[in-house]
Nanobody, 120 residues
Framework: QVQLVESGGGLVQAGGSLRLSCAAS????????MGWYRQAPGNQRELVAR???????NYADFVKGRFTISRDNAKDTVHLQMNSLKPEDTAVYYC??????????????WGQGTLVTVSS
């Protein structure tokens, strides 16, 4: 059974940094696009950053220049380095995998989420 397990959330002061990690079990990682999403109370889940199987990255405008997504295919792990954190970054952060199945289709997997709280 494929699982995504996040770690690294916690409480940090504004301006600080955190590094989230997501470990994928099973043989899906190297062929999957991996992403980080977040959901704050009362808000919809939104994309934070994404990295394709080939290493192409894209970021939401609100994190550009502050967050960096990276993947380690040898360890089946994706990281999100978050710097210059702001109180508005407070949310539950979810790891996402887009596992290709048939051409043009993919299976979407989610981790359980990790809470990031940024105090002012």
């Amino acid at each position: 059974q494929v699982q995504l397990v996040e770690s690294g959330g916690g409480l940090v002061q504004a301006g600080g940094s955190l590094r989230l990690s997501c470990a994928a079990s099973g043989s899906i990682f190297s062929r999957s696009a991996m992403g980080w999403y977040r959901q704050a109370p009362g808000n919809q889940r939104e994309l934070v950053a994404r990295v394709t199987s080939g290493g192409t990255t894209n970021y939401a405008d609100f994190v550009k220049g502050r967050f960096t997504i990276s993947r380690d295919n040898a360890k089946d792990t994706v990281h999100l380095q978050m710097n210059s954190l702001k109180p508005e970054d407070t949310a539950v952060y979810y790891c996402n995998a887009e596992v290709p199945t048939t051409p043009g289709r993919y299976l979407e997997l989610w981790g359980q989420g990790t809470l990031v709280t940024v105090s002012s």
